[in-house]
């Protein structure tokens, strides 16, 4: 792992821009930042572990390059979209065009089968129930579970089910998948294989990834790690695999 | 017109709320199958409001059994003849000359046995009923040419009184309710005794609430010297209002003529205290059934703020998580709602009765429980379900995103 200039992540065209971001919530009459200052491109096709201590800001990071929460302060281009343009209709469908999300616990929805927790994302798209299927198939196939797709969540392990939560957040193929704490949940083993897929992914299929991570063997998957510290960036460390 | 303004958002979110059904996105089965993940409390709420749409259903139905008996006891094409102003038969009285008059009038139709007419006398008389306490009783005194007039009632037992000899015709329903009304046995009335010879059936008419005898024997028993009301059947029921001119305006005659269907529309008043009593428990229970469903769609919200979380993360809007759970809401209140109809129908036939307010006597009905009423039952919980739903949905679209992501 060698120490690279701070926030260089190389070149390619930047499917996420940040310029002086800044995020602050408040409690009665007193401001907290969370984030300040931030600037940061992050190239297509960039595998990016946010790492740092509790409170620093990374996963509140995370949400506003998914357009889960708005910044207070600076602009935020995410693949190719304004995001303080969009309304909250439009910054949903966003969502559902252009990212995918793996949550620490999944996030499968317990009354729905595997296939039917794959599908949610594309019955926003208004696909045909053919097409849907297909591609349901095509991204349980991805993550080997087509044999598990009319299994419930509380009939797989929680391996599978972060491959469920996986092909979930592939299935309407967008640019930007990210990872709030993926392997949070998972012992050594499962975790291992849902960071070597995550790999595929970005590998593979070009998928831009920005993960959270506290853990460095996970954030060892990643290209880069970015640190925040206090709100701040830190530094950003290359890593060499 | 008030109405009208208040129905008015509400038919707008409902016609809402089916067009979603069919353009919003998330499937049904979410919502039904995540009811039937939480069967405790989802059971339960669906029996409280089974239990108040069965109490609803059922509080129609008494006045839905009422009106039977009472617009079935009407014709159009007869009339009725009373005091200007006595309302009721009982209030009514028209002398003997008069009515030899009447019996007589042209514009009355005509068979072998004469003119269509039956003078009638009405009187009322306490009666112990089966469960302890006493009520008034209609004894109708009327001619042969009664019988002819009310078709709808058909002898089941025995035979028809005969005049002069003290014998009375009981309806079969009224059998059950009061003791000693069996045939064979006899009913004391007016200082004599009445042999029971037959009992009879009127098809659910109001009829069912009356002891029948001869109309001279009642009139001596009671001392009455004057009939009551004449019922008679026209010759053309369209100048119903040209007979009712003709006999007001006879200077012999000066009486008041009304329609039978019209006579028995105004009895069915008889009912309004039951609805009233039964609209203010139905008003109660449903505030009560609402909470019920709230409380659980509440919880249901709070249990899935993550799942909630995860559908916008997804790209679902507001309007659609809204949708969603409002629908939720009004299956699981619907369901009570079916449920309630249908228990609803183990009452359906079941005979009773009530003290009318208008002549103060027995009025013998049964429960009558129609597919228009069970639909009001099923209508009933859907309104539950809107109003029970709609806080708690609101509430789910409107989670912040961030919160509801880190919910449990």
Not at chain 2, 51 to 57: E, N, S, T
Not at chain 2, 61 to 78: I, N, Y
Request: proline residues 4%.
């Amino acid at each position: 792992m060698n120490a690279a200039d701070r926030f260089d992540l190389g070149g390619g065209e930047p499917v996420i821009t940040l310029r002086d971001v800044a995020k602050s919530y408040w409690r009665e009459d007193l401001e907290i930042p969370v984030l300040q200052g931030i600037d940061l491109e992050i190239p297509v096709g960039a595998y990016i572990a946010l790492m740092g201590p509790s409170g620093s800001g990374k996963t509140t990071l995370l949400n506003l390059v998914a357009g889960i929460d708005r910044p207070t302060g600076g602009s935020l281009e995410v693949c190719g979209y304004d995001l303080n343009d969009l309304d909250d209709d439009q910054l949903a469908s966003w969502r559902n065009a252009h990212v995918g999300f793996i949550f620490q616990n999944y996030n499968l929805v317990p009354v729905l089968n595997a296939f039917e927790n794959v599908e949610l994302p594309l019955l926003l798209t208004g696909a045909g129930r053919g097409e849907r299927r297909d591609r349901v198939e095509q991204a349980l196939s991805l993550v080997n579970l087509t044999d598990r797709m009319r299994n419930y969540p509380r009939q797989l392990s929680g391996g599978q089910e972060q491959r469920v939560a996986i092909a979930r957040a592939i299935v309407t193929d967008p640019d930007l998948l990210v990872a709030d704490e993926p392997t949070g949940a998972l012992d050594a083993k499962n975790a291992e294989e849902v960071l070597a897929l995550m790999a595929r992914l970005n590998t593979e299929l070009g998928k831009t990834i920005v993960m959270v991570t506290h853990d460095p063997k996970a954030a060892h998957h990643a290209r880069h790690q970015i640190h925040l510290e206090k709100g701040v960036l830190d530094r950003t460390v290359e890593v060499n695999r | 017109m008030i109405g009208l303004l208040f129905a008015l958002p509400f038919l707008t979110y409902l016609g809402w709320l089916v067009w979603a059904l069919v353009a919003y996105p998330i499937p049904l089965s979410y919502n039904l199958r995540s009811l039937w993940q939480r069967k405790v409390s989802t059971l339960s709420t669906a029996a409280a409001i089974a239990l108040v749409v069965g109490i609803f259903v059922v509080v129609l139905s008494l006045a839905q059994g009422l009106s039977v008996a009472f617009v079935s006891s009407g014709r159009a094409d007869q009339a009725l003849v009373l005091r200007p102003n006595a309302r009721f038969e009982l209030n009514s009285s028209i002398e003997r000359d008069r009515m030899r008059i009447l019996k007589v009038h042209p514009m009355l139709k005509r068979d072998a046995e004469g003119p269509m007419a039956s003078a009638e006398v009405v009187v009322v008389k306490l009666f112990p009923m089966a469960d302890g306490s006493d009520t008034n009783v209609t004894i109708r005194g009327l001619e042969r040419m009664g019988l002819t007039l009310r078709p709808q009632v058909h002898l089941v037992q025995g035979r028809w009184f005969r005049p002069g000899l003290s014998e009375v015709v009981v309806p079969r329903k009224m059998q059950g309710r009061f003791p000693g009304m069996e045939m064979g046995r006899s009913l004391r009335m007016g200082g004599r005794d009445w042999q029971i010879v037959g009992a009879f059936d009127a098809g659910g008419a109001s009829f069912e609430s009356e002891v029948w005898s001869d109309v001279n024997d009642v009139m001596q028993a009671f001392k009455r010297e004057s009939y009551s009301v004449m019922a008679a059947r026209l010759e053309q029921p369209e100048r119903l209002e040209g007979f009712a001119k003709a006999v007001e305006e006879d200077k012999r005659l000066q009486l008041e003529v009304v329609r039978e269907t019209d006579y028995f529309k105004e009895l069915t008043k008889a009912g309004d205290p039951i609805k009233i009593l039964g609209n203010l428990i139905t008003l109660i229970l449903t505030g009560a059934a609402i909470f019920a469903a709230m409380n659980t769609m509440y919880a249901a919200v709070a249990g899935r703020t993550k799942e909630i979380g995860t559908l916008r993360a997804l790209g679902f809007r507001q309007r659609e998580i809204l949708a969603s759970f409002q629908w939720e809401s009004i299956f699981l209140c619907v369901s009570g709602g079916l449920l309630g109809s249908g228990l609803a129908l183990f009452v359906n036939g079941i005979q009773t009765g009530t003290t009318s307010f208008e002549t103060f006597s027995d009025v013998s009905f049964a429960f009558t429980i129609t597919p228009g009423l069970m639909a009001q039952g099923v209508a009933f919980s859907l309104v539950m379900g809107l109003l029970g739903g709609f806080l708690p949905a609101w509430r789910a679209s409107r989670l912040p995103l961030t919160e509801a992501m880190k919910g449990g």
